[in-house]
């Protein structure tokens, strides 16, 4: 049986991810790593507490000692590195706990992976040769696109928050790592997630709970910028396909084709609503426009034609059959 190491299970990327892939491969251990900060919650993962395939560590990523620990425990085929402090308004307020978690942390996988897989540069351990480090990251490490135009991935970085600029790093000290020592890496560059188990702090949960609460929806701006929407399950079986098939080195984008602005977000989930959980007013008259966020990106989109092309990946959900499985989940959860 293969082992792999995942990093930030239990927040909302990785704990679908790990449900979908212990489902889908019955011959693969999984050990999530996750040091349950506020963007991680066990109960994401209560579907899978008791599969003997799985077992989490609450822990560290930048504690060496724990991460060698795992390796030696563990004989890890392949990393999956989802771990990351990823709220932008929190990176404004406190920058150096996203350089550490999302910058060190990440270098300090590498190099313990490196270390244990590889006998010195471009010599792979007998046994390790097909062993993986596959990072999972960002569109927001392209900046802010005008109203025309997709991000590729030959599309030059510029991020413009510290959360970016922590995970551009990131990206960076992995390609370094293919690129000196011939260590076998993938990343992903994924637009907007939306779906079930996603923090409360986020767009979409925060539109359904407040508006069920009777509270107001506070929109930034006028609520024109506009994201690239991908529902998490299309996501995990992007990353699936890449651990799997990827080119070594490569980098895969991964997009819903599905962008929408603010404002459509907020009608739209009020609109359903409106219809599933009705009350004497609609719930577009608790949308209230708030003052933006310091270097508020105006449009990310994402070109996923590599990762269909070469991996034969497609979304399944578009935005609207997306949204409608998202709130009867929150609905569950709220309720």
């Not at 897989?117 to 046994?127: A, F, R, T, V």
């Not at 989930?269 to 009705?278: A, G, N, V």
Request: hydrophobic share 35%; proline share 2%.
């Amino acid at each position: 049986m293969k082992s792999i190491l995942i990093t930030g299970g239990a927040g909302f990327i990785g704990s679908n991810f790990i449900s979908f892939f212990l489902e889908n491969n019955k011959n693969y251990h999984i050990v999530n790593i996750d040091l349950l900060t506020y963007a991680g919650n066990i109960s994401n993962l209560s579907e899978v507490t008791d599969n003997s395939r799985y077992t989490f560590v609450q822990g560290d990523i930048c504690d060496r000692d724990l991460v060698e620990k795992l390796f030696n425990q563990y004989h890890f085929n392949g990393v999956i590195h989802f771990a990351a402090e990823s709220h932008v308004d929190n990176s404004i307020k406190n920058p150096d706990t996203f350089v550490r978690t999302n910058v060190f942390g990440t270098f300090n996988l590498l190099d313990v992976a490196k270390n244990y897989w590889m006998e010195s540069s471009n010599l792979y351990k007998k046994g390790f040769e097909n062993c993986k480090f596959h990072h999972i990251s960002t569109d927001e490490v392209y900046g802010s696109l005008g109203k025309e135009g997709l991000f590729t991935e030959k599309t030059a970085y510029a991020p413009n928050s510290p959360y970016s600029a922590s995970k551009a790093s990131s990206d960076f000290l992995v390609r370094s790592y293919f690129h000196t020592y011939g260590m076998n890496v993938l990343t992903t560059n994924c637009s907007n997630n939306y779906g079930p188990k996603q923090h409360d702090e986020k767009l979409i949960p925060t539109i359904i709970r407040k508006a069920i609460k009777g509270e107001k929806i506070p929109i930034y701006g006028d609520g024109k910028n506009i994201r690239d929407w991908l529902f998490v399950l299309d996501h995990c079986k992007g990353i699936e396909l890449v651990f799997k098939q990827g080119e070594f080195g490569e980098t895969y984008n991964i997009g819903g084709k599905n962008e929408r602005d603010n404002l459509y977000i907020v009608n739209c989930i009020c609109e359903i609503l409106d219809k599933i959980k009705p009350k004497k007013t609609s719930y577009k008259k608790q949308i209230s426009f708030v003052k933006d966020r310091p270097g508020h990106d105006f449009r990310y989109a994402i070109d996923a034609t590599k990762l269909e092309k070469d991996l034969g990946w497609k979304a399944q959900e578009n935005f609207e059959t997306g949204i409608q499985k998202t709130i009867e989940w929150y609905l569950k959860k709220y309720q």
